[in-house]
């Protein structure tokens, strides 16, 4: 089992940039598919990035190009740079984890509580 905790949100005007952490505790971190998801306010969770345990990535379509997902196995930490932010970004982020070395963008078993990003124009 792994606990997750998410950090760096924050307001921001659009065009700028935000990092994302996420500290994981538990044993086995580098064993993890991890991901990021975000939940807008009155709109569904949504899949943004994903990273795998030999490090093979992907993202939607609404953040390639401007975001980046990254992993410290040494730290237990999860990142997700975000640039070029705009209003639509606005949401809660979270992160997950999945007991797996396949790719996961749905599934994830262990989630975080959040981090509010909010974008103003």
């Known amino acids: 089992q792994v606990q997750l905790v998410e950090s760096g949100g924050g307001s921001v005007q659009a065009g700028g940039s935000l990092r994302l952490s996420c500290g994981a505790d538990?044993?086995?971190?580098?064993?993890?598919?991890m991901g990021w998801f975000r939940q807008a306010p009155g709109k569904q969770r949504e899949w943004v990035s994903s990273?795998?345990?030999?490090?093979?990535?992907d993202y939607s379509d609404s953040v390639k190009g401007r975001f980046t997902i990254s992993r410290d196995n040494a730290k237990n930490t999860l990142y997700l740079q975000m640039n070029s932010l705009k209003p639509e970004d606005t949401a809660m982020y979270y992160c997950?984890?999945?007991?797996?070395?396949?790719?996961?963008?749905?599934?994830?078993?262990?989630w975080g509580t959040g981090t509010l990003v909010t974008i103003s124009s």
């Open positions: 990273i795998t345990t030999d490090r093979r990535t």
């Open positions: 538990g044993y086995g971190y580098s064993n993890y598919c």
């Open positions: 997950a984890a999945k007991s797996t070395r396949f790719w996961c963008s749905d599934g994830l078993d262990y």
